[in-house]
Structure formats: C-alpha cells, structure tokens
C-alpha cells in the first residue's frame, strides 16, 4: 500500500512539474493530428460513404509523430532535467519516421479488426450463445494488442531492436509485465472518465465541439504517452538492457568457443580509460598501466593499433 501511495505522488509529482513540456508536445502533435482528421472527415463526407474506418485512417498518418510525444514523456519519467521538448519532438520524429509509419498500419488493421470482429460477434451471440466464445476470443485479442501498444512506442525510441524484436519483446512483455499493463488501463480509464465528465458539462453540441478540440490539444496525447511509460518503461528497460546483456554475453562464449576450435587466438582487449594519452604531451614520461611502468608514446601505439 505504501508503495502504491509513494508511485501515485511520484505520477502526480511528475506530471504537474513538466506540464509545460506535456502542453508543448500535445501542441506540436495537435497540428498533424487536426490536420490529418479534417482531411479525412471531409473526403469521407464529401464521398458520402460516412465510414468509420475511413475516419480513423489519420492514425497511420500522424502516428509517427507520436513518436516525438513518446520521446518527451519518456525523458520525463526517466526525470531527465534538461528536457528541450521541440528538438526532442523533432528528433524523435526524425529517428522513427519508418518504423512508427509501420506501426501506425498495424494499429490500424488491429483496430479495423477487433472492432469489426466485436460487432460481428456481439449481434451473431445475440441469435446463437455459442458466438460468445468467439466474442470472448476476440475480446482478448484486443487486449493483447492493446498492451502491445503500451510498450511497442517506448521499446522502439529506446533500443536500437530490429522491428521483429520490438514486435516479439512487445508481445511477450503485454501479459509477462500484467501488472503494469493493468496500472497503465487503469490510469488511461481514468483519463476517458475524467474526458467524458467534461464533455458532458458541455451546454450544447458548439461547446461539446470546441471542448473536445481543446481537451485533445492541451490533455489528451501527451497524458495518455504519460500514463504508459510510466507504468512500463523503467521494467522494460531493465528487461531489455539485461536480455541484451546477457546476449552479448553468450555471443561472446559462442564466439571464443569457435576461434579455440579454429585454432584462433584472441587477441586481449585492453582498458585505456583513465590515463593521460595526451599526445601534446610528452611522449617519453612513463605511465604506471597494467602494473607496469611504460612510456606515453608506447601505450599511444598499442592503442592505436588494438
């Protein structure tokens, strides 16, 4: 219980200290989001087709940019304090642009899929209660993909992965880390709650409109991105830097394994870190390295040929 209190003075201490960096990115990312959504709104009702996947299909096109919310939020929870939110939105827009349009399709079909899926199924279980299997079914997919996309932003700014691991280790870390999956729901829900309260205050659909329009660009974005590196980053760092870890530590094995068979010595690795290789300096005064006394100029050549 202390814990839980001493994580939710951490969330709001956070949050409330970088809100202007928060405020700035849901600023940069309003200006595609807004875009991208009119575009589509108006080539859906000017085609008269008034369909919601056509409506939804701004997320392929604006979710590369929340990579650079993702950077953002990232640094504030790792509470870097020298967090310069337009370069790092920029950046983080520059670095990811490929993989982040990659996965802004696959949320997209995964969405198109679990909605249409859910539809079909409720309506068929309504005639046939064997349908609800398959709802249920369908019902758990979309919550795997949902904790998919909790860690799939965070792991893809962070770690220089092929996009195969960042599916892979995304997929296994969205139920082997269920407790922060479940922290990171909890926490979106009571954004949607507080959201929902809001937009029903509104007196008429004209201020429903502008309050939902403002809302997105001051809250929404930046607080959701908040809310899940939050609740995963730190564990899927360590997760990850440890497998890395323990990776280049078996390649290592395999890799001495096969020069002893080979028949390949290999060659010492040597530590310079700490001593003065200044070569400005003067290159006959001897250096204590490796328990051994030896002249400046010397250990310069051993480095420079290692």
């Known amino acids: 219980m202390e814990k839980a209190k001493l994580g939710i003075t951490r969330f709001f201490t956070g949050y409330f200290k970088y809100f202007p960096k928060l405020l700035l990115a849901n600023l940069l990312f309003a200006v595609p989001l807004v875009g991208f959504s009119l ?54 827009l520059r670095d990811n642009l490929k993989y982040f349009i990659v996965h802004g399709v696959v949320l997209y079909l995964a969405v198109f899929f679990c909605y249409s899926s859910i539809m079909l199924y409720w309506r068929l279980s309504e005639q046939n209660g064997v349908f609800y299997v398959a709802f249920a079914v369908v019902v758990v997919i979309a919550v795997f993909m949902l904790f998919v996309f909790y860690n799939l932003p965070a792991m893809t700014v962070t770690f220089d992965l092929p996009l195969k691991d960042i599916y ?28 929902a309260t809001v937009f029903l205050a509104a007196p008429n659909a004209t201020v429903l409109v502008w309050i939902m329009l403002i809302v997105s660009v001051i809250i929404v974005p930046s ?62 005064e001897y250096l204590y390295f490796n328990g051994k006394m030896i002249k400046r100029g010397v250990l310069i050549k051993m480095r420079d040929e290692q």
């Open 168 to 195: 892979r280790n995304s997929a296994l870390m969205s139920f082997g880390e269920l407790k922060n999956n479940f922290f990171a729901t909890l926490g979106l829900f009571l954004l949607f709650i507080f959201c």
């Open 223 to 284: 607080t959701a991105s908040y809310i899940m590196n939050f609740y995963v980053y730190k564990d899927m760092e360590s997760v990850i830097s440890d497998g890395q870890a323990k990776n280049d530590e078996i390649q290592q094995k395999i890799k001495a394994q096969q020069n002893k068979r080979d028949g390949i010595e290999e060659k010492e690795t040597l530590d310079f870190s700490g001593l003065d290789l200044d070569e400005t300096k003067d290159l006959d």
């Open 39 to 92: 575009l589509f709104y108006f080539i859906n009702t000017a085609t008269g087709l008034n369909n919601i996947f056509i409506t939804l299909l701004p997320v392929i096109f604006v979710f590369p940019f929340f990579a650079g919310v993702t950077v953002i939020t990232r640094n504030i929870v790792r509470e870097d304090e020298n967090i310069r939110a337009v370069s790092l939105f920029f950046k983080g």
